[in-house]
């Protein structure tokens, strides 16, 4: 059993989460950026053998999305917490 912690709810079964995908951050302007750009932002994935930064939301909770640092081989949850503009 994977236990995942929201930074609203505590730690949670991770069968009350849905998984959103790698974080990656959004370009400035998406409608300005070349269409090869917008197409890797879009379709293009890291998928990293390691700690990876990824979006999760909180389906049968707070229903928060939120950012996880999770190992993609142990699927350890390193930690959790809110997004925030400034970190990008």
């Given at each position: 059993?994977?236990i995942?912690?929201?930074p609203?709810?505590?730690?949670?079964?991770?069968?009350?989460?849905?998984?959103?995908?790698?974080?990656?951050?959004?370009?400035?302007?998406?409608?300005?950026?070349?269409?090869?750009?917008?197409a890797?932002?879009?379709?293009?994935?890291?998928?990293?053998?390691?700690?990876?930064?990824?979006?999760?939301?909180?389906?049968?909770?707070?229903?928060?999305?939120?950012?996880?640092?999770?190992?993609?081989?142990?699927?350890?949850?390193?930690?959790?917490?809110?997004?925030?503009?400034?970190?990008?």
């Amino acid at each position: 059993m994977v236990i995942i912690e929201c930074p609203h709810c505590g730690e949670r079964n991770q069968s009350e989460f849905r998984y959103g995908g790698e974080y990656n951050p959004r370009p400035a302007n998406l409608m300005e950026v070349s269409d090869a750009a917008a197409a890797d932002f879009i379709y293009m994935k890291d998928n990293k053998w390691g700690v990876q930064k990824e979006w999760w939301y909180h389906r049968q909770g707070c229903q928060a999305w939120f950012l996880a640092e999770r190992h993609t081989r142990t699927n350890e949850v390193v930690k959790t917490y809110l997004w925030e503009a400034s970190k990008e």
